[in-house]
T-cell receptor
Framework: DGGITQSPKYLFRKEGQNVTLSCEQN?????MYWYRQDPGQGLRLIYY???????QKGDIAEGYSVSREKKESFPLTVTSAQKNPTAFYLC?????????????FGPGTRLLVL | GQQVMQIPQYQHVQEGEDFTTYCNSS?????IQWYKQRPGGHPVFLIQ?????EVKKQKRLTFQFGEAKKNSSLHITATQTTDVGTYFC????????????FGAGTRLAVHP
């Protein structure tokens, strides 16, 4: 069953703690993306990657870090430097062919700060 | 910088009424995509429009791409409660890099 998975579904973070959100895809997509969504708001791009071992900052990268060691995986770390991390985090993937292909989204991770 | 404006931000309708959301770009587009996000869910791709003046239909949904390729609309005929959610347009970033710029979305509420 092909798709994109994110875990965990819910995550609780204590003040000053780093947490890592998982994103895995078996669609053989080259590009992967992380978005943040606040209640009632749109999608804001955190980081994206078009190829293994390479990634670029999006519009709101401060307080976040990523890695892309494998094509299938693009984990996001929310560091203690992110002062307001409570949000819904969405991972997406897409082929790289022509001009911007469709993005496929995972089910998301809801992060809450305790 | 590149901007994508989507209106309205929010719309209430009675079941059976029509609904339209509009997306306007500050730049000419190569294509535009539409996504739907159900409450508590994740965005799901609906359609991509590529040609100037293109009109595509999916059952009660009609998607249109403007002649100048700078605007688009999504029209739902005779809304149903299953149409509830937020509809986003998304356009390619003009600087390349295979990334999308998403509109802020239109949240649709349908009252039975």
């Amino acid at each position: 069953d092909g798709g994109i998975t994110q875990s965990p579904k819910y995550l609780f973070r204590k003040e000053g703690q780093n947490v890592t959100l998982s994103c895995e895809q078996n669609l053989n997509h080259d590009a992967m993306y992380w978005y943040r969504q606040d209640p009632g708001q749109g999608l804001r791009l955190i980081y994206y990657s078009q190829i293994v071992n390479d990634f670029q900052k999006g519009d709101i990268a401060e307080g976040y870090s990523v890695s892309r060691e494998k094509k299938e995986s693009f984990p996001l770390t929310v560091t203690s430097a992110q002062k307001n991390p409570t949000a819904f985090y969405l991972c997406a993937s897409a082929r790289l062919a022509g001009n911007q292909e469709t993005q496929y989204f995972g089910p998301g991770t809801r992060l809450l700060v305790l | 910088g590149q901007q994508v404006m989507q209106i309205p931000q929010y719309q209430h309708v009675q079941e059976g009424e029509d609904f339209t959301t509009y997306c306007n770009s500050s730049t000419t587009l190569s294509n535009i995509q539409w996504y739907k996000q159900r409450p508590g869910g994740h965005p799901v791709f609906l359609i991509q429009l590529v040609k100037s003046g293109e009109v595509k239909k999916q059952k009660r949904l009609t998607f249109q791409f403007g002649e100048a390729k700078k605007n688009s609309s999504l029209h739902i005929t005779a809304t149903q409660t299953t149409d509830v959610g937020t509809y986003f347009c998304a356009v390619p970033f003009s600087g390349g890099y295979n990334k999308l710029i998403f509109g802020a979305g239109t949240r649709l509420a349908v009252h039975p």
